[in-house]
């Protein structure tokens, strides 16, 4: 047979909870028992203030020596560039000369033999020497500016005298070359010495 339900009304647990104080402070914040904040987190107490100045000093001192490092090392590099720069030029010119060598030579030989040889072999010999210079020159990048019957043109050619044109056609250009002028890759060496035709009272 089934035991009977319990009475209705206050229950052993009802009193248990009725004769709890609700007005007192959880032990749990009292302030004795409160851990330090952070404490056993991984957040670290701050730190003394020698310490921290100490700390700081040493981060200085190693920032400057890696700035002298640094500046070392570029000041190197930099004496390194221009000295590789200077072999490249040196050894370019180098190269030029070489390729003038047979050309010296030549001139070398006429000179020794120009007594004995008649003004017609001296001026195909010279013509000769000539044309392998130029032609050793002109690959190594030089450019001949000889403008006659060109547009004067001021960027290039010097004017050094004028002339009536024989046409209206001619005006402002070049008439004689009294100078030959040189570019070198592009860049200009010397200007052209010319005569340019131009009306008179005009530049």
Not at 10 to 26: H, N
Not at 72 to 92: G, P
Request: hydrophobic share 35%; glycine share 6%.
């Amino acid at each position: 047979m089934a035991e009977p339900a319990a009475p209705t009304g206050r229950s052993a647990d009802g009193a248990d909870i009725a004769s709890t104080d609700m007005s007192q402070e959880p032990s749990s914040r009292d302030e004795e028992t409160q851990p330090i904040f952070g404490e056993g987190r991984g957040v670290l107490p701050m730190e003394p203030e020698e310490q921290a100045v100490r700390r700081l000093q040493g981060q200085l001192e190693e920032s400057r020596e890696q700035h002298l490092r640094l500046a070392a090392e570029f000041d190197n590099f930099r004496k390194r560039v221009a000295r590789e720069r200077t072999e490249l030029s040196d050894r370019a010119q180098a190269a030029l000369v070489s390729r003038l060598l047979d050309a010296l030579d030549d001139l070398d030989r006429l000179v020794a033999g120009g007594d004995a040889a008649s003004p017609q072999a001296l001026r195909e010999a010279t013509a000769l020497v000539d044309k392998k210079l130029r032609k050793e020159l002109e690959g190594a990048g030089l450019e001949r500016i000889d403008p006659v019957g060109q547009p004067f043109d001021p960027s290039i050619h010097e004017a050094v005298s004028v002339l009536p044109p024989p046409s209206a056609a001619q005006d402002h250009q070049v008439s004689a070359t009294f100078q030959t002028g040189y570019r070198y890759k592009g860049n200009l060496v010397r200007p052209a010495r010319v005569q340019v035709y131009s009306e008179p009272g005009q530049a």
